[in-house]
Each structure stands twice: as C-alpha cells, then as structure tokens.
C-alpha cells in the first residue's frame, strides 16, 4: 500500500544542535510538503519540492533547510534547534501544481522536543 | 492573503447528537474546500472536498457544502458515534495559491458514550 514514512517518530535534541527528519514516501508523487503542527495554529508549512532537486520556502521557512534528493525522500534540517522549534512534525505528499488544489497524503509525524 | 478560521476550537457532544461545524474563509480567487480528519496519534485524512459552492460533498456519513455569499464552510453529521472523536481541519485551496492548502486551527470533537 502507498504510503508516507517519517522517521524518526520522537526526537529530543538540545539546543543549538543540528536535526534532520526525514521522510519517504512511496505513492511516485511529485510534490512533497513538511508542516509543523502547533495547538492554535493547524498545521504551517515550512518548506515544499515539486520534484527531485527542487526545494521552495513555505510560509514558515525560517531556521530550517529542505532537501528532495529523489523522487521518494525529502528531508527537513534544523542546523541550530532552538526550543521553540519543539512541535509535531508532519510530512506529506501530493500531486497537482497551479489551478488543481491537491489532496494530500500525511505520514504519521515526528515529535520534535528540543531542550 | 488567503485564510481560513475556525472559531470552535473544541466542541462535545454525547453519541447520535448533530454536529455541525463551521468555518470561514478569505479569498480572492475560486476555491476548493476541504475536510481533513486526524484521528490520534496519526496525520491528518482527507475526509471529503467540495469544489463549487452550494454543491455538497458526502463521505462516511459526513457532508459538507460552501457558500460563497458568506464565504463560509460547514462539516455536519447527523448522528455520531464515539469513532468521529478526532480533529477536524477545514482547508482552502485556489489556484491563487497555486494550489498549496491553508489549514484551519482545526476543531477537537469528543464524543460523550
């Protein structure tokens, strides 16, 4: 079965140290999206790739890198956590682009506490 | 810009009460309307999608319609069982955006046995 893959499923990290998480997904979608989920905000998307090689900012891009290596990964990177990068974590794939607003398919997320 | 808002950040109910959840939204170009669904400890599903307004969307006993004179956006269920204990999200989605999706703060259901 298709599906969305985030690894790993907890994380703690101390501050100033550097995180990746990663994902792969096995539907051959060409978008792929990282989210942070926090009580009172829903779900803000942080980075986004339409393809391998591509990466673009969301609308909460600040401290973190992305990185769409091929077709099925795409890894989200703290380089300096800071605590109020502690959240839920969730990755999803899609397809569609321009006019066709997508449906998306999340993985099962990735608690992130960073002390 | 584009925004969705949910004001009922948790509603309670008791099993075979009516639900209804509303939401509004702002935007300058056509939009398609989702629910998605995330039950814990998983990520968000969608649960249906509407892309006209005062057309209905049905899944799972669910249903939803737009009106684009309010701009507003409701989930209802006639009667629910204590399994619809989840988070709800209403989602905008429009070309304008190119099709990336704005996510609601979502509404926690917990359903009373």
């Known amino acids: 079965e298709a599906a969305v893959t985030q690894s790993p499923r907890n994380k703690v990290a101390v501050t100033g140290g550097k995180v990746t998480l990663s994902c792969n997904q096995t539907n051959n979608h060409n978008n792929m999206y990282w989210y942070r989920q926090d009580t009172g905000h829903g779900l803000r998307l942080i980075h986004y790739s339409y393809g391998a090689g591509s990466t673009e900012k969301g609308d909460i891009p600040d401290g973190y890198k992305a990185s769409r290596p091929s077709q099925e990964n795409f890894s989200l990177i703290l380089e300096l956590a800071t605590p109020s990068q502690t959240s839920v974590y969730f990755c999803?794939?899609?397809?569609?682009?321009?006019?066709?607003?997508?449906?998306?398919?999340f993985g099962s997320g990735t608690r992130l506490t960073v002390l | 810009g584009d925004s969705v808002t949910q004001m009922q950040g948790q509603v309670t109910l008791s099993e075979d009460d009516f639900l209804f959840i509303n939401c509004t939204y702002s935007?300058?170009?056509?939009?398609?309307l989702f629910w998605y669904v995330q039950y814990p400890g998983e990520g968000p599903q969608l649960l249906l999608k509407v892309t006209t307004a005062n057309n209905k969307g049905i899944s799972r006993g669910f249903e939803a319609t737009y009106d684009k004179g309010t701009t507003s956006f409701h989930l209802q269920k006639a009667s629910v069982q204590e399994s619809d204990s989840a988070v709800y999200y209403c989602v905008l989605g429009d070309r304008g955006n190119q099709g990336k999706l704005i996510f609601g703060q979502g509404t926690k259901l917990s359903i009373k046995p």
């Open positions: 935007t300058t170009w056509y939009p398609t």
């Open positions: 999803a794939s899609g397809v569609g682009r321009g006019s066709s607003a997508e449906t998306l398919y």
